[in-house]
Each structure stands twice: as C-alpha cells, then as structure tokens.
C-alpha cells in the first residue's frame, strides 16, 4: 500500500489548518452561507437534508486496516454509528456537525486520509479495480497509476473550476469492475511491444445523458499520461458547456464537436504539453510502485476448502474469488444484507472488518463501486473462520451480483437533490426475492436504483435499472432494462410508463419470470434481454 | 483591505485594456482584456508588443481563465498578466501558479487573508510555468525532470 511521505503528509495537514480556518470564520459570522458553500463543496462537506454530509475518499479503493479502523471510530464518535460507502469508493457520512468536521479531517490525516477533491467541479477520487494487484490477468497494477494521478490532481492549478465534475478510473483487466466507461475519463492498461501504456476513453458517464465512452487514444505510454490528460483536460476546461450544468459534462462536450474533433483538439494540445516538462520522471512512478510490491505471500499452502458446512459452502461459491497467489482467495464481504440499507456499515462492523484484514488480509481492505467490500489476500484455510466472524456480525450474504446485490444512492432519505427514496425500494425488492435459491437461480442480475435523474446508483448500468422521479409530487419509478457496467458496457433502455413502489417490485417480477422462460443455457440475464430484446418484456410488465 | 495586487517589480500598467476584437483589429494598443469565452492563442502573435494583459471572471467559478493565463505564459508571455473580476482570496494561490501576476479583484481583498493563502502549502504536486519545483522533481533530483 502506499505510505504518505513527509510532502503528502505535509498537503494533508495544511488542508486540516485551511479548512478549520474557513470553519472558524463561517461560525464567527465572517463569512456567509453562500461565500463558505463553495469552500466546503472543496472539501466533501455537503448540506444535506437534515444535517451536513461529509466524503471521505477512498483513492482507488484501497484502504488499511488501520485506515478502516479510523473510520470506524470517526462514525462512532461524530456520526450515528454507521458510515455509507458510496459508487464512488468514497465513504459519506451523513449526521455530521460543521464544527466536528476539522477534527474529522484532522483525525483521517492521522491516517493518510483526506476528503480533497470529494465534491466541487474539479478532478474526484480516481476509482480503480477491487481486485487491483490480485488477479492473475491483469496488465499491471493499475494503482501505482492512480496514485500517480492522485497527486497529479490535487490543487491542480488549472483544473479546480472546470465546467462540471470530473471523473478518472484506471484498471487493467479485460473484465472491466470498476465501470471504467462511465467516467469523464477511462485509462485501460495494455501492454504493447513490452512497453506498458493506457487505452484513454474519454466522455463516459451518467446523469441525465448517459453516454459509453468512446476510444480516443490507443495508447499513451506511462512517461506521457500526464502530459496527455492535460491536454484532454485544457479542451474541455476551454470548450466545455458552462451555460448549463446539465450539459457541462465533457461527454457532451464530446458529443457535441464529435470523437473525432475531439481527439483532433487534445492531439494538437498534446503535441504543445510534450514540450513542456511536465512529466514526473520514470523513477516517480517507480517509487510508487515499489508500495505496491505483491506482499510476501505464504507457499506451500494447500486448496482444499472444507465444505462440510452448507451454509459457508454456498457463500464460498458466491463470494469467493480466485486470486492470483496460490492456496489464497479474494473475500468479497456484502453490504447489502436482505433488510439493511445498500453500503451502509455500522461503527462495529467497520471495525470488525479492519480486524479480519489485520488478522487475514495482510493488512488490506478493498471498497467496491457496488457498494461492498473486499479482503484481498486471504488464505483459503482461515475462509471458514472468516465466514463465522463475518456471519456472527450480520455480513454474511451470499449475493454478490445477484438480483439482492442492489447498487442504490441515499435518495430522499438524506439527500437534497433526489425526487424518490431509493432505500425503501431497494429493501422491498430485496425481501422479495429474498429466497436464496430463487436468487441462484436468476443468477447474475445486476439491480441498480437512483432517487433521480443523476444516477448516483448507476441505474443506467443496470442489467434492471430504476429511476426514481417525481410525478406531480408522488413518487414515480421507471424501469430500465439491458443497461452494463461491466467490459461489454451498454445504456439501459425505459420499458415505457413508471409504476409505484409495490407496481416496480411486481413489473420487475414480470422480468425475471421472462428471462426464466426464455433464457438459453449459461444465458445470464443480460444476454437473454440482447437476445429477445425489449418486446417480450414490455409485453409481459404493460400487457 | 487589497484593492489591487501585483507581484511584478515597478508599476502596474496604466494603460486601459481594449477587447480581444478591437485589439487585434488595431496595431497601436499594449493592454487586452480577454474575457472567459476568447481564445488567448489569438494573441500570441502580438505577445511583443503587449504590456498588460488582462483575464477577466465574471464569476470565480468560471475557470477558464486558468487555461487562458498558462497557454500566455506557456508561449513565453512575459508582460503583465491580471485577473480582474470575481477573484477571491482561495483563488490567488492557483492563479499565480498559472501564470497571473497582479490581481484587481471586484471586492478588495483581506491582506491578512492573502498572506495565510499564500504560506500555506509548502509544496505544489504539477509542474506549471511558475517555476516551483514540483514534489516529483524534489524527490528525484538526480534525474532529467527532477
């Protein structure tokens, strides 16, 4: 993992002393409401419906146990007990008082954390792959990139008021976990000709114009990607729509001058930023790496999974995952038990978590865009006592990527923008289709919920998609179907008029007995729907 | 209070700035004062005679100015280059590591304010064309960047 040295540490301490100043003055009636509103939106304190939000990020997914712990303790203390991990890798908590929020941050710089850049238009959290550094087929680690890219972005002079939010992922698989297509900008790892570089996808997101990135560079070597993403950045800070904010994206940007111009715009702009300098030299990149050197994993460890215990045998099959070190495994910990809230975690399950990492995981945590969590480096004979602790704290649920591993965003519980609650919802579909067997057998259904039409819960992604709107001041939900995160990425199609709470959990029903009527062995949902598309279900929901 | 900030040696230009349009339609100004929406590479075949260039935000959350002042520098602009306008004291650090070297902000500015802003980090991450060296270079100073 990597370690903050005496220069990351000393950016993150002055944060801490610049905000608790900018706090201070807002207290002391120095400044109004509307001149420290754009000051704390730097810094991921959001007012929200009952009390202040404050994000935490998560860069790249990655955390400690010690990190994980002190997030713990800060929901204890400051919050009600629990904390929200977000699509984001971000962590919100949602009870915070203004004048804790200082020694909240001061608390997460005592363990390398931060909250920079967690809201504002500038450059966010740079997401990356869960399995970064685990699995046995990817390129490189992604992570030495985005870590790179962190520092890169942070304070950076140019692009901290750009047209509207802006979004970076980097991963290096084929299989695409992290939604990398859905970000302002996507960078895929490949190797050609023994040179390690990016794919940059450039555009993608959701919102109320959900768009797939397209490709705009086929490569960019490793000593150039930052040169390359300022000149990507300096033409959407100059040519990005600022007359609305619903079209300042840059994927409209895109949209609007064409992929090609586009690429025509940043080669040009690329071709004057190479001169510049302003590439960290190759040894930079070096040192970040050496943080994340595979750890000194055991050998000679054996595979046998004991599965005498029904119970464990069915959560090893499903959330479970082969790791590129033998006798290890990938522990996926679901956050999404049948009757809680998708991504929350108590104080004490926090803490829990941070202890099995401690014990097992060599010391590390993933958080996962779906709004779980991961222990990477786990050893398949400590599974089974893994499996009590976790099941003993309620974290137990065998549904990763099942119709009950619910993508969904706080809604109109907590947040200001939202036009429907989404949590209710995501509970009532849970419950029916609570019936394990019934979720095995639906198999890979990947079920995702906004409160509104700015995607927060990535319903467009959906294989079942729900947006919630709001219809003459009632709560409205429409359905979507055939929408993909994933490395075949595709925008979910509207199935025709929305329903009710109770009319959505049956027209979902509908789909689902569809797909069981008319799958074709090993389809998952998602390929009977590009198979039969939209009709048979429409007619099925509205029939 | 700051009404008017310059980290230039001598005095600030005097002369007052003419649109992009009436500048470049016109051979004898030395000020211009582009605003958010213009293309600061109009002007650089005219960097010689200009004194004084100045970058209106109309609203501080425009920040296209940022890319106008680098992309003046970048071509080796050396004269005077001012934000004017909606320019607030969180802003000066980010703006002078761009490029801009007097500020004429709508509200005048709190001197105690401005001088904590611009103490308060030691160190900056990118490499602009204000000379600081960057952490990556500090770390690395054996190398061709560092």
């Known amino acids: 993992m990597y370690r903050y040295d005496s220069y990351d540490q000393s950016i993150v301490d002055a944060r801490v002393d610049e905000f608790r100043d900018q706090v201070q003055r807002r207290l002391a009636g120095a400044l109004t409401e509307d001149q420290f509103k754009p000051l704390r939106l730097m810094n991921g304190l959001y007012l929200q419906l009952h009390a202040y939000m404050l994000r935490v990020a998560i860069p790249y997914g990655t955390l400690s146990a010690a990190q994980m712990r002190k997030l713990g303790e800060i929901a204890a203390k400051y919050d009600k007990g629990y904390g929200h991990f977000t699509t984001r890798q971000n962590l919100q908590y949602n009870w915070i008082k203004l004048a804790d929020a200082p020694d909240i941050l001061a608390e997460l710089a005592s363990v390398e954390m931060h909250a920079i850049q967690t809201s504002g238009n500038c450059i966010r959290n740079i997401s990356s792959d869960q399995y970064a550094g685990v699995s046995a087929d990817e390129v490189a680690d992604p992570r030495p990139w985005a870590e790179l890219l962190r520092q890169w972005s942070s304070f950076h002079p140019e692009f901290t008021y750009l047209p509207r939010k802006f979004k970076i992922c980097v991963i290096a698989t084929e299989d695409d976990r992290a939604a990398m297509r859905l970000h302002d900008i996507g960078l895929k790892l490949v190797e050609r000709d023994g040179v390690i570089g990016a794919e940059v996808y450039a555009g993608g997101g959701m919102g109320r114009t959900p768009m797939v990135a397209p490709l705009i560079r086929d490569f960019v070597g490793e000593d150039e990607i930052i040169s390359y993403l300022e000149a990507c950045l300096r033409v959407y800070n100059r040519y990005g729509r600022r007359d609305n904010k619903y079209k300042a994206r840059i994927k409209i940007l895109v949209h609007e001058i064409g992929v090609e111009e586009y690429k025509r715009q940043v080669e040009e702009e690329f071709a004057h930023m190479r001169t510049l300098g302003l590439n960290p030299p190759t040894e930079e990149l070096d040192r970040i790496r050496a943080f994340f050197a595979a750890p000194a994993y055991e050998t000679g460890l054996g595979e046998d999974i004991d599965r005498a215990d029904p119970a464990f045998a069915l959560w090893v099959d499903r959330q479970v995952a082969a790791h590129k070190a033998p006798g290890y495994a990938i522990v996926n910990i679901s956050l999404k038990p049948l009757t809680g809230i998708p991504g929350d975690a108590s104080a004490e399950q926090i803490e829990l978590v941070a202890g099995l990492a401690e014990q097992y995981s060599l010391d590390e945590i993933r958080v996962t865009h779906a709004q779980n969590l991961v222990l990477p480096h786990v050893k398949k004979a400590d599974l089974y006592a893994i499996w009590q602790k976790l099941d003993e704290a309620g974290l137990a649920e065998a549904n990763l990527d099942l119709i009950t591993d619910i993508i969904a965003c706080p809604g109109l519980d907590y947040c200001a923008l939202a036009n429907a609650r989404s949590i209710p919802l995501a509970q009532k579909i849970a419950q029916r289709f609570a019936d394990a067997e019934r979720q095995a057998e639906l198999g890979e259904l990947k079920l995702k919920i906004s409160g509104c039409i700015n995607a927060c819960g990535h319903h467009h992604a959906g294989h079942i998609g729900i947006l919630g709107v709001d219809r003459k001041g009632v709560e409205n939900f429409q359905l979507l179907l055939g929408g993909s995160g994933a490395e075949d990425a595709s925008l979910g199609q509207i199935t025709g008029p929305g329903f009710s709470e109770d009319g959505v959990v049956d027209a979902i029903e509908k789909v689902t007995d569809i797909y069981l009527a008319e799958r074709t062995d090993g389809e998952r949902f998602l390929d009977t729907y590009r198979r039969i598309g939209m009709k048979p279900f429409k007619e099925a929901i509205y029939g | ?146």
Not at chain 2, 49 to 68: C, H, I, K, Q, T
């Open chain 2, 1 to 146: 209070m700051v009404e008017f900030l310059s980290f230039r040696d001598g005095e600030a230009t005097q002369e007052p700035a003419v649109t992009v349009e009436a500048f470049t339609g016109q051979s004898n100004a030395t000020a211009v004062r582009i605003e958010p929406g213009e293309d600061a590479r109009e002007l650089l075949p005219f960097l010689d005679r200009l004194s004084l260039v100045e970058v209106n935000f109309p609203g501080f959350g425009d920040g296209r100015g940022y890319s106008a002042a680098r992309i003046l520098r970048e071509a080796g602009y050396a004269g005077e280059l001012r934000a004017v306008g909606d320019v607030l004291v969180d802003q000066i650090v980010a703006m002078r590591r761009c490029g801009f070297d007097s500020f004429h902000p709508a509200k005048p500015l709190d001197d105690a304010a401005v001088d904590r802003a611009l103490n308060r980090y030691d160190d900056v991450y990118q490499k602009t064309i204000d000379g600081r060296r960057p952490i990556w270079a500090k770390r690395h100073p054996e190398t061709i960047n560092g």
